[in-house]
């Protein structure tokens, strides 16, 4: 079994943020259970671990992957046919519509 990539815990979520995550799991790192990695299984099937961290700190991180997951905020944002969710650009308008109001 070849080792898996260690990664920060805040740079899993990000890849949430990016749509690559599919599921996330806590495992233990030591016996008595104090220390713990989270482990997040990618959209092409890879699995990336944080470092081994207090069990309380990994099920924070955890809970807060699965609550995006749930959400589905990778699907708003980038996958890797096309951009699906929408941009903001109201607020342009509104930044232009108040340099206009200002200047007239």
């Not at 959209?43 to 589905?72: F, N, Q, W």
């Not at 980038?78 to 007239?104: A, F, L, M, P, Y």
């Amino acid at each position: 079994m070849t080792p898996r990539p260690v990664m920060k815990g805040r740079d899993l979520e990000g890849l949430v943020f990016l749509g690559k995550v599919s599921s996330v799991n806590v495992e233990y790192c030591s016996e008595d259970k104090k220390m713990a990695k989270v482990v997040v299984t990618t959209t092409d099937g890879k699995e990336i671990e944080s470092e081994c961290i207090p069990v309380r700190a990994a099920g924070k991180i955890s809970i807060v992957i699965k609550h995006y997951l749930r959400m589905g905020i990778g699907k708003y944002i980038i996958s890797d046919e096309k951009v699906v969710g929408s941009v903001d650009t109201e607020g342009e308008d509104e930044v232009q519509n108040r340099q206009d109001s200002q200047n007239g």
